[in-house]
């Protein structure tokens, strides 16, 4: 796409992407050296990133109030904005939840699940870098499948993570804490495949 306008919509949503793979990173970088101490500045760290996110998506809709002309349907700029959004949000509700929960220790399994969020934050990333050239690019399907792939590995993380929380014999409050946290780390990559649904659909409209 050449039109400078028609340019500014991929590029938002690539910048919308790289917010939540930094988002994802963050929150890596927290469960990896976890100090209960220090959630209220990473939830300021945090909230920054989501704020910028925002901010790219009001500037987004407010071009495409004013468009005449848009490069994909509206209603598809529309779902695939809301969805990259989505993403950062939910990243940032697994960390508040982890404040207001007031954690102590990470679980392993946990840990796992936020190296598959990276995994498919980036993978989304580059399904967005590529999204551009859709009527052409080879490697639009192959990120789809991907993302998909590894939202079922999320599953079974969070299945068999979910499944040791129980039978450990755990505090009460602990395994309603943890099964919270896992939740919302399963969502963040629910959100994820979200966006490849909806890319894909506007594929298929459009070409």
């Excluded at 100090?35 to 407010?62: F, G, S, V, Y």
């Amino acid at each position: 796409m050449s039109k400078k306008q028609d340019s500014f919509y991929f590029q938002t949503f690539m910048d919308c992407a790289a917010d939540s793979c930094k988002a994802a990173k963050l929150l890596k970088e927290i469960f990896s050296r976890f100090n209960a101490a220090d959630l209220p500045a990473k939830l300021e760290e945090m909230h920054a990133i989501e704020h910028a996110a925002d901010k790219k998506k009001h500037e987004l809709l407010n071009q495409l109030v004013k468009a005449f002309i848009t490069p994909i349907e509206r209603e598809d700029i529309l779902d695939i904005c809301q969805n990259l959004d989505d993403m950062t949000d939910q990243i940032e509700d697994v960390l508040i939840r982890l404040y207001y929960n007031r954690v102590t220790a990470i679980r392993p399994d946990a840990e796992k699940m936020v190296d598959v969020l990276i995994a498919c934050c980036e993978e989304v990333a580059k399904m967005m870098a590529a999204f551009p050239d859709f009527k052409k690019s080879k490697s639009i399907h192959d990120h789809i499948v991907r993302i998909n792939t590894l939202e079922e590995e999320a599953d079974k993380l969070y299945i068999s993570g979910m499944y040791r929380l129980h039978g450990e014999g755990r505090e009460p409050f602990e395994v309603i804490a943890w099964r919270e946290i896992y939740s919302e780390l399963e969502k963040c990559m629910d959100t994820c495949e979200h966006v490849a649904d909806t890319v894909e659909s506007a594929i298929m409209k459009n070409t």
